[in-house]
Protein backbone atom coordinates (compact mmCIF):
# COMPACT_ATOMS: atom_id res chain seq x y z
CA UNK A 1 0.00 0.00 0.00
CA UNK A 2 2.20 2.84 1.42
CA UNK A 3 4.80 1.74 -2.22
CA UNK A 4 1.97 2.36 -4.39
CA UNK A 5 1.85 6.08 -2.71
CA UNK A 6 5.09 6.68 -2.76
CA UNK A 7 5.20 6.26 -6.34
CA UNK A 8 2.24 8.84 -6.93
CA UNK A 9 4.16 10.84 -4.74
CA UNK A 10 6.06 13.91 -7.06
CA UNK A 11 9.36 14.23 -6.10
CA UNK A 12 9.54 18.56 -5.58
CA UNK A 13 13.41 18.47 -6.77
CA UNK A 14 12.75 16.62 -9.97
CA UNK A 15 9.29 18.61 -10.03
CA UNK A 16 11.45 21.41 -10.18
CA UNK A 17 13.82 20.64 -12.70
CA UNK A 18 10.80 20.32 -15.01
CA UNK A 19 9.12 23.34 -14.54
CA UNK A 20 12.48 25.05 -14.91
CA UNK A 21 13.25 23.49 -17.61
CA UNK A 22 9.73 24.74 -19.38
CA UNK A 23 10.73 28.70 -18.23
CA UNK A 24 8.77 28.34 -15.73
CA UNK A 25 9.26 32.61 -15.61
CA UNK A 26 8.53 32.84 -19.60
CA UNK A 27 5.37 30.65 -18.85
CA UNK A 28 4.12 33.13 -16.07
CA UNK A 29 4.67 36.53 -18.17
CA UNK A 30 2.93 35.01 -21.04
CA UNK A 31 -0.21 33.77 -18.87
CA UNK A 32 0.18 37.45 -17.22
CA UNK A 33 -1.45 38.90 -20.29
CA UNK A 34 -4.00 37.01 -20.66
CA UNK A 35 -5.18 38.21 -16.93
CA UNK A 36 -6.98 41.65 -17.06
CA UNK A 37 -6.78 44.68 -14.97
CA UNK A 38 -10.09 46.78 -14.27
CA UNK A 39 -8.81 50.23 -14.40
CA UNK A 40 -11.06 53.25 -14.40
CA UNK A 41 -9.79 56.53 -16.33
CA UNK A 42 -11.40 59.65 -14.81
CA UNK A 43 -10.74 63.37 -14.73
CA UNK A 44 -11.94 66.70 -16.00
CA UNK A 45 -13.11 67.60 -19.38
CA UNK A 46 -10.13 68.26 -21.92
CA UNK A 47 -7.73 66.62 -19.64
CA UNK A 48 -6.84 64.03 -22.10
CA UNK A 49 -8.61 60.75 -21.43
CA UNK A 50 -9.89 60.31 -24.88
CA UNK A 51 -6.32 60.84 -26.05
CA UNK A 52 -4.69 58.45 -23.90
CA UNK A 53 -7.23 55.94 -24.83
CA UNK A 54 -6.72 56.11 -28.70
CA UNK A 55 -2.45 56.08 -27.93
CA UNK A 56 -3.45 53.10 -25.84
CA UNK A 57 -5.24 51.49 -28.94
CA UNK A 58 -2.34 52.27 -31.17
CA UNK A 59 0.99 53.71 -29.92
CA UNK A 60 2.19 56.85 -31.75
CA UNK A 61 1.38 60.48 -31.96
CA UNK A 62 -2.58 61.26 -31.92
CA UNK A 63 -4.15 63.92 -33.75
CA UNK A 64 -5.42 66.44 -31.83
CA UNK A 65 -8.89 66.04 -31.34
CA UNK A 66 -11.05 69.37 -31.27
CA UNK A 67 -13.88 70.82 -29.35
CA UNK A 68 -16.32 68.37 -31.12
CA UNK A 69 -14.67 65.37 -30.07
CA UNK A 70 -15.30 65.98 -26.11
CA UNK A 71 -16.65 63.01 -25.42
CA UNK A 72 -20.34 62.96 -24.45
CA UNK A 73 -23.26 60.63 -23.48
CA UNK A 74 -26.76 60.10 -24.60
CA UNK A 75 -29.44 59.21 -22.29
CA UNK A 76 -30.78 55.99 -21.73
CA UNK A 77 -34.53 55.76 -23.36
CA UNK A 78 -36.98 56.87 -20.83
CA UNK A 79 -34.00 57.44 -18.13
CA UNK A 80 -32.64 60.27 -16.41
CA UNK A 81 -29.07 58.18 -16.53
CA UNK A 82 -26.44 58.46 -19.22
CA UNK A 83 -25.60 55.37 -21.21
CA UNK A 84 -22.58 53.86 -19.67
CA UNK A 85 -19.59 53.49 -22.93
CA UNK A 86 -18.69 49.82 -23.57
CA UNK A 87 -15.40 48.55 -22.22
CA UNK A 88 -12.53 47.84 -24.44
CA UNK A 89 -9.55 45.88 -23.44
CA UNK A 90 -6.14 47.19 -24.30
CA UNK A 91 -2.53 45.98 -24.09
CA UNK A 92 0.39 47.97 -22.56
CA UNK A 93 3.64 47.18 -22.77
CA UNK A 94 7.17 48.43 -20.51
CA UNK A 95 10.22 46.95 -20.22
CA UNK A 96 9.31 43.51 -22.10
CA UNK A 97 6.63 42.91 -19.44
CA UNK A 98 2.93 43.59 -21.44
CA UNK A 99 -0.46 43.70 -19.51
CA UNK A 100 -3.91 44.00 -20.51
CA UNK A 101 -5.89 46.72 -18.79
CA UNK A 102 -10.13 47.12 -19.75
CA UNK A 103 -11.10 50.25 -19.58
CA UNK A 104 -14.10 52.54 -21.18
CA UNK A 105 -13.92 56.10 -22.36
CA UNK A 106 -16.49 58.42 -19.53
CA UNK A 107 -16.81 62.53 -20.10
CA UNK A 108 -14.95 64.95 -17.87
CA UNK A 109 -18.44 67.47 -18.20
CA UNK A 110 -19.73 67.96 -14.88
CA UNK A 111 -22.98 66.13 -15.75
CA UNK A 112 -20.69 62.93 -16.78
CA UNK A 113 -18.84 63.12 -13.31
CA UNK A 114 -21.79 60.37 -11.26
CA UNK A 115 -21.21 57.94 -14.07
CA UNK A 116 -17.68 57.90 -13.05
CA UNK A 117 -18.68 56.55 -9.35
CA UNK A 118 -20.98 54.61 -11.24
CA UNK A 119 -18.52 52.99 -13.35
CA UNK A 120 -16.13 52.44 -10.59
CA UNK A 121 -18.42 50.82 -8.21
CA UNK A 122 -19.94 48.82 -10.95
CA UNK A 123 -16.68 47.11 -12.30
CA UNK A 124 -15.22 47.27 -8.70
CA UNK A 125 -11.95 48.74 -10.46
CA UNK A 126 -8.84 47.57 -9.19
CA UNK A 127 -6.84 51.09 -10.04
CA UNK A 128 -8.21 54.27 -10.72
CA UNK A 129 -6.84 56.71 -13.10
CA UNK A 130 -7.03 60.25 -12.45
CA UNK A 131 -5.85 62.66 -15.67
CA UNK A 132 -5.16 66.02 -14.90
CA UNK A 133 -3.66 68.73 -16.85
CA UNK A 134 -1.89 72.21 -15.79
CA UNK A 135 -4.75 73.88 -16.40
CA UNK A 136 -4.18 75.18 -12.50
CA UNK A 137 -1.01 76.13 -13.35
CA UNK A 138 -1.94 78.71 -16.60
CA UNK A 139 -4.73 80.25 -14.43
CA UNK A 140 -4.77 79.88 -11.00
CA UNK A 141 -8.53 80.37 -10.84
CA UNK A 142 -9.38 77.40 -12.89
CA UNK A 143 -10.16 74.51 -10.34
CA UNK A 144 -11.64 71.76 -13.26
CA UNK A 145 -8.79 69.43 -11.65
CA UNK A 146 -8.99 69.88 -8.08
CA UNK A 147 -12.59 69.60 -8.33
CA UNK A 148 -12.29 66.03 -10.31
CA UNK A 149 -10.15 64.60 -7.94
CA UNK A 150 -12.01 65.88 -5.20
CA UNK A 151 -15.30 64.14 -6.43
CA UNK A 152 -13.98 61.51 -6.32
CA UNK A 153 -12.10 61.09 -3.26
CA UNK A 154 -15.20 62.59 -1.37
CA UNK A 155 -16.54 59.40 -2.08
CA UNK A 156 -14.43 57.33 -1.39
CA UNK A 157 -13.89 59.13 2.07
CA UNK A 158 -17.52 58.62 2.60
CA UNK A 159 -18.47 55.53 1.39
CA UNK A 160 -21.30 57.10 -0.54
CA UNK A 161 -22.86 54.66 -2.89
CA UNK A 162 -23.82 55.91 -6.03
CA UNK A 163 -27.55 55.60 -7.05
CA UNK A 164 -28.52 53.81 -10.41
CA UNK A 165 -26.05 51.06 -10.48
CA UNK A 166 -28.87 48.48 -9.46
CA UNK A 167 -28.98 46.73 -5.88
CA UNK A 168 -27.14 43.99 -6.43
CA UNK A 169 -24.13 45.70 -7.99
CA UNK A 170 -24.72 48.42 -4.46
CA UNK A 171 -24.49 44.62 -2.64
CA UNK A 172 -21.55 43.23 -4.22
CA UNK A 173 -19.70 46.82 -3.94
CA UNK A 174 -20.40 47.20 -0.76
CA UNK A 175 -16.34 46.37 1.08
CA UNK A 176 -14.88 47.67 -2.16
CA UNK A 177 -12.40 50.30 -2.66
CA UNK A 178 -9.64 50.64 -5.64
CA UNK A 179 -6.52 49.02 -4.70
CA UNK A 180 -3.95 51.92 -5.91
CA UNK A 181 -4.78 54.92 -7.38
CA UNK A 182 -2.42 56.79 -10.12
CA UNK A 183 -2.94 60.74 -11.14
CA UNK A 184 -1.75 61.60 -14.28
CA UNK A 185 -0.32 64.98 -15.05
CA UNK A 186 -0.61 64.89 -18.76
CA UNK A 187 0.44 67.22 -21.52
CA UNK A 188 4.00 67.33 -20.34
CA UNK A 189 4.72 68.49 -23.70
CA UNK A 190 3.55 71.65 -22.92
CA UNK A 191 4.16 72.01 -19.00
CA UNK A 192 7.34 69.30 -18.07
CA UNK A 193 10.45 72.22 -18.41
CA UNK A 194 14.26 71.21 -18.40
CA UNK A 195 13.94 71.33 -14.60
CA UNK A 196 10.80 69.59 -14.61
CA UNK A 197 12.74 66.93 -16.52
CA UNK A 198 15.27 66.56 -14.27
CA UNK A 199 12.66 66.25 -11.01
CA UNK A 200 11.03 63.60 -13.22
CA UNK A 201 14.61 61.74 -13.77
CA UNK A 202 15.29 61.76 -10.15
CA UNK A 203 11.81 60.26 -9.33
CA UNK A 204 10.80 63.47 -7.39
CA UNK A 205 8.15 64.48 -10.01
CA UNK A 206 5.71 64.31 -6.83
CA UNK A 207 7.64 67.62 -5.88
CA UNK A 208 6.19 70.00 -8.61
CA UNK A 209 4.28 72.11 -8.27
CA UNK A 210 1.40 70.89 -10.72
CA UNK A 211 0.84 68.57 -8.10
CA UNK A 212 0.37 70.68 -5.12
CA UNK A 213 -3.00 71.82 -5.06
CA UNK A 214 -3.84 68.13 -4.46
CA UNK A 215 -1.48 66.85 -1.35
CA UNK A 216 -4.90 67.60 1.08
CA UNK A 217 -6.49 64.99 -1.03
CA UNK A 218 -3.07 62.41 -0.97
CA UNK A 219 -3.70 62.70 2.62
CA UNK A 220 -6.90 61.66 2.89
CA UNK A 221 -6.14 59.05 0.28
CA UNK A 222 -3.27 58.00 2.52
CA UNK A 223 -5.95 57.44 5.84
CA UNK A 224 -7.95 55.14 3.85
CA UNK A 225 -4.51 52.64 3.29
CA UNK A 226 -5.15 53.23 -0.65
CA UNK A 227 -1.45 54.17 -2.20
CA UNK A 228 -1.50 56.72 -4.17
CA UNK A 229 1.66 57.31 -7.04
CA UNK A 230 1.57 60.52 -9.33
CA UNK A 231 3.74 60.69 -12.44
CA UNK A 232 3.67 62.88 -15.29
CA UNK A 233 2.87 62.09 -19.27
CA UNK A 234 2.14 63.31 -22.47
CA UNK A 235 -0.48 61.29 -24.20
CA UNK A 236 -1.03 62.78 -27.64
CA UNK A 237 2.97 62.81 -28.41
CA UNK A 238 2.78 59.19 -26.43
CA UNK A 239 5.64 60.29 -23.94
CA UNK A 240 5.28 58.11 -20.91
CA UNK A 241 1.96 56.69 -20.91
CA UNK A 242 2.25 53.00 -20.85
CA UNK A 243 5.64 53.17 -18.56
CA UNK A 244 3.17 55.36 -16.04
CA UNK A 245 0.90 53.03 -15.62
CA UNK A 246 3.12 50.49 -15.79
CA UNK A 247 5.03 51.71 -12.77
CA UNK A 248 2.04 52.52 -11.15
CA UNK A 249 0.99 48.59 -11.35
CA UNK A 250 4.24 47.33 -10.23
CA UNK A 251 2.74 46.05 -7.01
CA UNK A 252 -0.15 43.81 -8.84
N1 LIG B 1 -0.24 69.27 -26.10
C1 LIG B 1 -0.97 68.23 -25.72
N2 LIG B 1 -2.29 68.22 -25.94
C2 LIG B 1 -2.99 67.15 -25.53
C3 LIG B 1 -2.39 66.05 -24.88
N3 LIG B 1 -3.36 65.14 -24.61
C4 LIG B 1 -4.50 65.67 -25.04
N4 LIG B 1 -4.31 66.87 -25.61
C5 LIG B 1 -5.31 67.75 -26.23
O1 LIG B 1 -6.22 68.16 -25.23
C6 LIG B 1 -7.53 68.26 -25.79
C7 LIG B 1 -8.50 67.41 -24.99
O2 LIG B 1 -8.20 66.04 -25.16
P1 LIG B 1 -9.31 64.90 -25.01
O3 LIG B 1 -8.57 63.61 -25.08
O4 LIG B 1 -10.43 65.10 -25.96
O5 LIG B 1 -9.82 65.20 -23.53
P2 LIG B 1 -10.88 64.38 -22.68
O6 LIG B 1 -10.32 64.24 -21.30
O7 LIG B 1 -11.27 63.12 -23.36
O8 LIG B 1 -12.13 65.40 -22.65
P3 LIG B 1 -13.68 64.99 -22.40
O9 LIG B 1 -14.03 63.98 -23.45
O10 LIG B 1 -14.47 66.25 -22.52
O11 LIG B 1 -13.74 64.46 -21.02
C8 LIG B 1 -7.41 67.81 -27.24
O12 LIG B 1 -7.31 68.95 -28.05
C9 LIG B 1 -6.15 67.02 -27.27
O13 LIG B 1 -5.54 67.03 -28.55
C10 LIG B 1 -0.98 66.09 -24.67
O14 LIG B 1 -0.35 65.18 -24.12
N5 LIG B 1 -0.33 67.21 -25.10
MG1 LIG C 1 -13.03 62.42 -24.06
Redesign the pocket.
Known amino acids: MHGSWGELMVDPVSAGVIVAAHGFWKVLDWAGKFVTHNVGVY??????????DQQLMTEGY?A???EN???HHKKKWLSKHYQMPPTEPKRIKSEGISKTLVSN?I???TQYMPMWIQDMYKRRVQTLVI?IDHRHLVDRNNTDNQLAVGYIVDYLINRNKPKGIGLFARFRSRNWQPKRILILA?????WLDEDGYSQWERGLISEHQIFEPFKESLHQLHKLHIPVKVDA?????GWNVDDALMRGFNDL
Request: glycine share 16%; charged share 20%; hydrophobic share 35%.
Open positions: GASEAGKTTMVPLGERTDGGHINKADLMSASV
